[in-house]
């Protein structure tokens, strides 16, 4: 944000240009050359920011908004005090997000922490390594023996990029993180302190103790994934562990070996995958979500924050709970658990009612 200094990149932009980025209809007698420099919430913005309003929660607090401009639907445009240019879109949240990534465009991924152009004093780069034009390595950052960098990546401070890892172009590597063992595709971001291609957690038990087995896979990244802060990928075991395109992890995820992620899947943080778990393309996790070894989540399906998963999740589902069901039942149950603290038939004729209304029953 503005005085800052974080995002000396940002670029400040005139209301004209804003309509042009969002395809935003202006009302009439807007001035259209009004520049904003900075976003901000409704409740907060000053005279050059830009600010929203897509819902009546934040729309009470349009009438004293000092904001430059909001972005809003048909709905709240009335809501605007004078001075407020109004822009009037369909999805203003999906609008502001637009704005605020044309004016901050560093906040979008690691940059180098030094200031670094090229190779960093204090970095260790193994002559056998092989980078493209435009790598950026900062100091303390270690690339091990035939390792590839693509053309525009950067390995930020102290990261370690172990031997034959490929890196493909226009990634980033955030400080402090391991990556090994791994074959990662083209604008991958990798944040902060994340540990990519470690032992996978494989043993066999008997009488005299626990014999490790060998984790001789790898980590296949495929390209324009994101792997928040914390997030450990442990390699495969006989099989690479692979997270497909477009996929997007959160901070302090676990995700065990041989699991196979598809295409633009969502995990939240603190979510758990044990070995060998599948999940299909457009999966959504919620927060704590755990999985327990060769569980298959089919296509689209969604679980809500701390669901257990024991078993196969069909194509589509919406579930929740321990261990994971339907999330039409999870609520029927916990709404009968409710009951019978409170000394009620755990039936009756307001089952129906309460289940009509229940989001639950719209969203299975």
């Excluded at 004078?82 to 704005?99: D, T």
Aim: glycine share 12%.
């Amino acid at each position: 944000m503005k005085g800052t200094g974080f995002f000396a990149d940002s670029t400040p932009l005139s209301v004209a240009e804003i309509i042009a980025i969002t395809g935003a209809e202006a009302q009439d007698g807007a001035d259209l050359s009004r520049i904003l420099t900075d976003v901000a919430p409704v409740d907060l913005a000053a005279p050059d920011d830009l600010t929203f309003v897509a819902d009546s929660k934040f729309a009470s607090q349009l009438p004293s908004s000092k904001a430059g401009a909001v972005l809003t639907t048909a709905r709240f445009a009335g809501h605007a005090p004078a001075g407020v240019v109004v822009l009037q879109v369909r999805k203003p949240y999906e609008a502001f997000v637009a704005v605020a990534r044309k004016l901050y465009p560093s906040s979008l991924r690691p940059t180098s922490v030094f200031g670094t152009a090229g190779i960093a004093p204090g970095a260790i780069v193994h002559p056998s390594a092989k980078l493209g034009a435009g790598v950026t390595v900062d100091p303390g950052a270690v690339i091990g023996p035939r390792a590839e960098i693509g053309a525009g990546t950067l390995i930020g401070a102290n990261a370690v990029i172990g031997p034959h890892v490929r890196i493909g172009n226009d990634c980033a590597i955030g400080p402090c993180c391991t990556v090994i063992h791994s074959d990662i595709g083209d604008r991958v971001i990798i944040h902060t302190g994340s540990q990519i291609g470690q032992d996978g957690f494989g043993y066999v038990s008997g009488a005299s103790g626990h014999v490790k087995v060998p984790q001789v896979g790898m980590v296949v990244i495929h390209s324009d994934v994101e792997i928040g802060s914390g997030t450990r990928v442990d390699r495969g075991g006989i099989r690479d562990t692979v997270i497909g395109e477009g996929t997007k992890i959160d901070n302090l995820c676990q995700i065990g070996h041989n699991c196979v992620i598809g295409r633009h899947c969502i995990i939240v943080s603190q979510s758990g995958l044990s070995g060998s778990v599948t999940l299909e393309d457009f999966v959504v996790l919620g927060g704590r979500v755990a999985a327990i070894p060769h569980v298959t989540i089919g296509k689209g399906a969604k679980l809500a924050a701390r669901a257990s998963v024991m078993n196969d999740v069909p194509p589509g589902a919406v579930w929740g709970g321990f261990p994971a069901h339907s999330k039409r039942q999870w609520i029927k149950e916990i709404i009968a658990v409710q009951r019978l603290a409170e000394g009620k038939p755990v039936t009756g004729p307001a089952d129906a009612a309460t289940d009509a209304a229940s989001p639950a029953a719209a969203a299975d």
